[in-house]
C-alpha cells in the first residue's frame, strides 16, 4: 500500500519519492533593474542689468542733445519701462537734468538712447553728460526689437563746425500696431569714435506692421564720420 501512494505522488510530482526537488516554474518574470533618469539641470539665473556702453552730447545754437548707447545684458529676460537720466555737465559740473521717454529692451539688445532736445540755458554751453538708467519691469518678452537701417547721412546746417545733419532711416516690424508709439533714434560719432551729437523722433505708427523710410534730425559738435540708428516701441 506504501508503495502504491509513493507511485501515486510520483506521478504528480517530478521526482516525488526519493528526491524532494521541484521544478522550477516557467512563465514567471524575472525583475529587471530600474533606470534612474538623470536630473535635469537648473538654469542659471539670467542677469537683470542695463549697462551704459558710452555718452556724449551734441551742442548747436541753443540747442542740446544727450546720448548715450545702452546694452540689456539679460540673454533671456526683456524690460519695459525703461528710463534713462541724463545730466549735462560743464567742465564736470551738472547743468541741466533730462530724461529719456520709458523704452523697451529685449535680450541681448544694443540701443542707442536721447533725450528731448534741451533749449534751456545753461544747456547749450554743456560739453559732457553723466548717464544712470532706471529699469522698468523684466519679463519674457513676445515678438523681437524694431528693425533700424540707416543710410548715407548729409548736413542741413552748419556743416562745418556745431551743426544739424540729417539722418535716413528704414525701421519696422510685423508685430507693430497700428497708433503704437515708437522712438526712432541716431547718434552719431566722430573719427575716433566718440559720440558728438545725436537726436531723435516720435511718431505713432500710422499702420499695421511694415515699414517706413524716415530722416531723424541730429545736432553735432562736428561733421560726423559715422551714425548709429535704433527704434523702439515707448510710452
Known sequence: MRRFLCGGVAALLVGGCGSGSVATP???ATPRATATPAPTPTPVPDVQRIDVVSTGVG?????????AVIHNAA????????VVHFTLTRGGKPLNQLESPQLTLYPGQT?????????D???FTADGV????????????PGAPLTATGGPFKCTRGCTSHGQWAVPIVVGSPQLLANEQVDI??????????????????????QPGGSLNL?????????????????????
Open 215 to 235: 530722416d531723424v534730425p541730429v545736432i553735432v559738435n562736428a561733421p560726423p564720420t559715422t551714425c548709429q540708428v535704433g527704434a523702439t516701441t515707448s510710452n
Open 121 to 123: 540755458y545753461p544747456c
Open 185 to 206: 533714434i541716431a547718434s552719431c560719432a566722430n573719427a575716433a569714435g566718440r559720440i558728438i551729437g545725436g537726436g531723435s523722433r516720435q511718431l505713432l505708427w500710422p
Open 59 to 67: 551742442t548747436w545754437q541753443l540747442v542740446a542733445v544727450p546720448v
Open 130 to 141: 553723466t548717464v544712470t538708467v532706471t529699469p522698468g519691469a523684466w519679463a519674457a518678452l
Open 26 to 28: 516557467t512563465g514567471i
Open 75 to 82: 540673454t533671456r529676460t526683456g524690460v519695459t519701462g525703461v
Open 111 to 119: 540701443l542707442v538712447v536721447t533725450s528731448y532736445q534741451c533749449t
